[in-house]
């Protein structure tokens, strides 16, 4: 089994981040989602890295937060901005419309410990585009590098943005791009390979990822539907990028991270996972760790993914999303595997 090292290969070798905090050589990151990507995900991944031979999950970006909204001091700006149980591994993702304010947004995170700070210009949900946020950036390539720019300013931990390839189907203006949030003082970049507004149907374009990694002096991770050890050892062998992250796939299967890593090390590798611990653990952290106002609605978000684990994927899932509470969730969980006890374990490998 070929190691991380051995697929990156020398190009990647010397990651010219320069700054405070690196990414690490073929970084596996948990993707921004909104309604996903909080502390109580974040904790039950980062629960599986005991599972496997080295800790599994590098980087955990939270979802986006409003830079507005933040400097506003709306009503749950602790829950979008809490990094813990450990900052270190965290990148808070902001999206914003404009760059006034911007600046403001990250001093009052400045004190946070987190690895770094990450700006959205890939969301393409249409009332982000018509606000002018997420991809739209990408439309304005020199606002977007101006963006950054004050950013860089502002920000000495890891600075670093999301994209997708763009409005058009066009290498050329998406390499631009990335040259001018590199010149303005970029450390990083992810490339969700879709064009704006394309939806998850057709599969991404890895093929522009492997060119972009190539081409560009900055590191850059690959982002897009990756289900597995056999997708992520793929990708990393043809496209050479210098991470991978992952989004629905660790909502489904949270231990996606350790197995990479298990598998990484030992093709035999095998993860045994309690299905219903696994699930009451993630409810336990949603009560403990997000208000109360949250706890119906990310309970549901998490097992419209994590529910396909089960033989009865559809029918659990129905049940679950007419639950009022983690309470009655939690029995439904329990009803279902009286009903289906074989379900309990899931025998994890490559
Ligand atoms: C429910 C949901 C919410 C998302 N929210 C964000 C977000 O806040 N910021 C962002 O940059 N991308 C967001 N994305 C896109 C993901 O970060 C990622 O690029 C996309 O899901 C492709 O990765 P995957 O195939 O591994 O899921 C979201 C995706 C989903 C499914």
Request: net charge neutral; hydrophobic share 45%.
């Amino acid at each position: 089994m070929q190691t991380v090292e051995a697929l990156v290969g020398p190009r990647s070798e010397a990651a010219p981040m320069g700054r405070e905090a690196r990414l690490p050589q073929g970084a596996l990151l948990l993707a921004p989602m909104v309604a996903l990507s909080h502390r109580a995900l974040r904790e039950l991944i980062l629960g599986f890295d005991a599972a496997g031979p080295r800790r599994g999950l590098d980087l955990a970006y939270t979802e986006m937060t409003s830079a507005a909204a933040l400097t506003a001091h709306s009503v749950f700006d602790e829950c979008f901005i809490d990094a813990g149980p450990e900052p270190a591994r965290v990148v808070y993702q902001f999206y914003t419309t404009k760059s006034e304010g911007f600046r403001e947004a990250l001093a009052m995170v400045a004190d946070r410990g987190v690895f770094g700070v990450d700006i959205n210009f890939g969301c393409s949900a249409p009332h982000i585009l018509r606000s002018g946020g997420g991809a739209a950036w990408m439309r304005e390539p020199k606002e977007a590098a101006n963006l950054v720019r004050i950013a860089r300013s502002a920000w000495s931990a890891s600075l670093s943005a999301k994209l997708r390839i763009g409005a058009e189907d066009d290498y050329g203006s998406l390499r631009d791009f990335c040259l001018g949030l590199i010149e303005a003082g970029i450390d990083f970049l992810t490339l969700h390979p879709r064009l704006e507004g394309q939806k998850f149907r057709r599969s991404g374009r890895w093929d522009y990822v492997a060119r972009l990694a190539q081409e560009l002096s900055v590191p850059l991770v690959g982002n897009g539907d990756i289900r597995g050890f056999g997708d992520w050892s793929r990708w990393m062998a043809e496209a050479r990028p210098a991470g991978i992250m992952i989004g629905r796939e660790a909502v489904r299967r949270p231990w996606i991270f350790a197995l990479i890593r298990g598998c990484e090390a030992d093709s035999a590798f095998e993860l045994r996972v309690d299905l219903r611990e696994t699930a009451f653990r993630f409810l336990d952290l949603v009560e403990k760790r997000l208000p109360p106002e949250f706890h119906e609605s990310r309970a549901k978000r998490f097992f419209s993914y994590y529910c396909d684990n089960f033989s009865f994927a559809h029918h659990l899932n129905v049940k679950l999303q007419r639950a009022a509470d983690p309470a009655s969730m939690r029995q439904i969980l329990d009803e279902y595997l009286d009903e289906v006890p074989g379900d309990r374990i899931a025998l994890e490998r490559a």
